[in-house]
T-cell receptor, first 113, second 116 residues
């Protein structure tokens, strides 16, 4: 069963605009962690942001914020003021107790000048 | 602080040949992971080490893949013999391994394997 679902294979955004990348997850566990990674064409996975299931506030890291809606089991990534360097694949991932770690299939983001 | 190092960056081999990849994790990181990422997909965990012990190798095709982490530091992943479907990027990651859900994995640049 798919644990992480990213329904947007590709997204386009105008430079300096904000963009939301969708992620939904499936688990019956109460404790879990959610991550977003960026993968540029160079191939390296870059950690962006983390949200714990018990965190009451949405995580933020610079231009990245995580819109965490626990009841809907969604953990969308919001990138504000998009830059050309933001063009990359973005992966949502989840860690469960017991160290299982699941990645989604990714969303390709293209920033248009 | 140096990141996760991997070599080689690229490798082209013919099917039925063997190949080995090397990974050096971030200093002090107890947990090391090997992932396989096929084009157009998310990474799939092959094996996870905690120090020099295996935590999870449930998705490692053990008839052809092997991995070791001697002395609990660097690690090698081997494929013998390779098949066409092994063409992928092999990513190594490490984390502090202190436990907890927020134990963030940091990735190396990956090795792109092409099997002809």
């Amino acid at each position: 069963a798919q644990k992480i679902t990213q329904t947007q294979p590709g997204m386009f955004v105008q430079e300096k605009e904000a963009v939301t990348l969708d992620c939904t997850y499936d688990t019956s566990d109460q404790s879990y962690g959610l991550f977003w990674y960026k993968q540029p064409s160079s191939g390296e996975m870059i950690f962006l942001i983390y949200q714990g299931s018990y965190d009451e506030q949405n995580a933020t890291e610079g231009r990245y914020s995580l819109n965490f809606q626990k009841a809907r089991k969604s953990a969308n990534l919001v990138i504000s003021a998009s830059q050309l360097g933001d063009s990359a694949m973005y992966f949502c991932a989840m860690r469960l107790i017991g160290n299982q770690f699941y990645f989604g299939t990714g969303t390709s983001l293209t920033v248009i000048p | 602080e140096a990141g996760v190092a991997q070599s080689p960056r690229y490798k082209i081999i013919e099917k039925r040949q063997s190949v080995a990849f090397w990974c050096n994790p971030i200093s002090g990181h107890a947990t090391l992971y090997w992932y396989q990422q096929i084009l157009g997909q998310g990474p799939k965990l092959l094996i996870q080490f905690q120090n020099n012990g295996v935590v999870d190798d449930s998705q490692l095709p053990k008839d052809r893949f092997s991995a070791e982490r001697l002395k609990g530091v660097d690690s090698t992943l081997k494929i013998q013999p390779a098949k066409l479907e092994d063409s992928a990027v092999y990513l190594c990651a490490s984390s502090l391994g202190a436990g907890g859900l927020a134990d963030t994995q940091y990735f190396g640049p990956g090795t792109r394997l092409t099997v002809l």
